[in-house]
């Protein structure tokens, strides 16, 4: 068509589709119903609690006797254990102080030295060289001089200054190290701790029954082979 101040051609309107259908909705499926788990098949260990179970009528004064042997069992190691560390202790003091004498301390000197090298057996028996020293300890308490015969199993020197420990009511009795103190003490806190330990395994023996039916099952074990 054609109009009037142009040479414009309009073009004809081309025509509308027509909207396709809307399919229905598809019926939702209901949910498949869960299928409950299926019950575990029992194993050894549910056999045996099972069986303990249904025995446990019987079981009950086996287990409460051998408890009880447990502990009796304890009973004897804790007194033995106690009685042999308690010598222990008693045998630490008196190292401890079996020097407490030499309280007062004075420097000296070594004097006249001879060393000598002495072929002595290891404790695999095997020859071991070791050196020697015989020399005189010459120390001053007051204004008196003390000469003293001393054997040294180390190298030392002539002149060489060392540290003497005596008694002051007897500046004879002398040493130069005091060792005996700290070994006496070591011994003290180990007998103190193991006999502790004992006494504290005794009480959990006694308050938790199955530590003292494990140990009654033990000391039957080994008095039955």
Request: net charge neutral; aromatic share 10%; hydrophobic share 40%.
């Amino acid at each position: 068509m054609k109009r009037k101040g142009g040479n414009i051609e309009l073009q004809p309107v081309q025509q509308v589709q027509p909207v396709q259908q809307v399919q229905p909705v598809q019926q939702v499926q209901p949910v498949q119903q869960v299928q409950p788990v299926q019950q575990v098949q029992q194993g050894f260990i549910g056999s045996a609690l099972a069986d303990i179970k249904n025995n446990q009528s019987v079981l009950n004064p086996i287990y409460d006797t051998t408890a009880s042997i447990g502990i009796v069992y304890n009973v004897v190691i804790t007194i033995v254990v106690t009685i042999l560390f308690g010598i222990l202790i008693y045998v630490g003091f008196w190292i401890k102080d079996a020097d407490i004498n030499k309280s007062e301390n004075v420097l000296g000197k070594y004097k006249n030295v001879k060393c000598t090298e002495e072929i002595i057996k290891d404790k695999d028996n095997n020859n071991k060289s070791v050196t020697v020293c015989n020399a005189e300890i010459v120390y001053t308490v007051g204004e008196k001089e003390y000469i003293k015969s001393y054997k040294a199993s180390k190298l030392v020197n002539e002149n060489q200054p060392v540290t003497v420990h005596y008694d002051p009511a007897n500046p004879n009795d002398f040493i130069i190290e005091k060792n005996t103190y700290y070994f006496g003490l070591g011994m003290i806190i180990v007998g103190f701790i193991i006999i502790g330990l004992s006494w504290l395994w005794l009480i959990l023996s006694i308050a938790f029954k199955p530590i003292a039916a494990a140990y009654g099952a033990n000391a039957i074990g080994d008095a039955l082979t």
